[in-house]
């Protein structure tokens, strides 16, 4: 079983639209967890970080997690074609510093 | 946001020879900084933990004698890639983390690297 696991994708969704992006961790005891935006060429840029249950909001961002359900998501509200990257969950196991697992990430693309 | 820079961000090598790839922080001291490999379309793999003054921590299955790791500094961490093959062809990206907190991570922009 893979440590963090995301939906491959693509997903599609039109623009203006809610995107919903979901990941599952394998881990109960870790402890933080990450959304990182990739363009196609570029290196990950860090959108939102999470460590407690509940949601945590960032303008068109939203963060959720449930650690009872090893779940976390991000949606993105009023999706723009500029929102068009593959988005990657990482985790962070509490016991290893900085060390993040990635899931393997899932391509969004925002139709005009 | 904090920089982290590498150097070169492409570099095309024959078979056989070596290449040196730079990671550094530009503007805080990194306790530690990261290497990762990305094929095309595949998530990023890390390969190795760098932490300043010490031996690097290998991930399984990756080869330290291939993957040679110096983190000379708080600000500076080198992957020689040795004897380079054509698989070895990747998107080679640092990150440096200062320790304080786990966002504190920052990625460099990544290198190309090519082997013919």
């Known amino acids: 079983q893979k440590e963090v696991e995301q939906n491959s994708g693509p997903l599609s969704v039109p623009e203006g639209a809610i995107a919903s992006l979901n990941c599952t961790y394998s881990?109960?005891?870790?402890?933080?967890f990450f959304w990182y935006r990739q363009y196609s060429g570029k290196s990950p840029e860090l959108i939102m970080f999470?460590?407690?249950?509940g949601d945590k909001e960032d303008g068109r961002f939203t963060a959720q997690l449930n650690k009872a359900s090893q779940y976390v998501s991000l949606l993105i509200r009023d999706s723009q074609p500029s929102d068009s990257a593959t988005y990657l969950c990482?985790?962070?196991?509490?016991?290893?510093?900085?060390?993040?697992?990635f899931g393997q990430g899932t391509e969004l693309s925002v139709k005009p | 946001g904090a920089v982290v820079s590498q150097h070169p961000s492409r570099v095309i090598c024959k078979s056989g020879t070596s290449v040196k790839i730079e990671c550094r922080s530009l503007?805080?001291?990194?306790?530690?900084m990261f290497w990762y490999r990305q094929f095309p379309k595949k998530s990023l793999m890390l390969m190795a933990t760098?932490?300043?003054?010490?031996?690097?921590?290998?991930e399984q299955g990756v080869e330290k004698d291939k993957f040679l790791i110096n983190h000379a500094s708080l600000t500076l961490s080198t992957l020689t890639v040795t004897s380079a093959h054509p698989e070895d062809s990747s998107f080679y990206i640092c990150?440096?983390?200062?320790?304080?907190?786990?966002?504190?991570?920052?990625f460099g922009p990544g290198t190309r690297l090519t082997v013919t």
């Open positions: 503007d805080f001291q990194a306790t530690t």
């Open positions: 760098s932490n300043e003054g010490s031996k690097a921590t290998y």
């Open positions: 990150s440096a983390w200062a320790g304080t907190s786990e966002y504190e991570q920052y």
């Open positions: 990482a985790v962070n196991l509490g016991n290893q510093g900085g060390k993040l697992i």
């Open positions: 999470i460590y407690s249950n």
């Open positions: 881990d109960r005891g870790s402890q933080s």
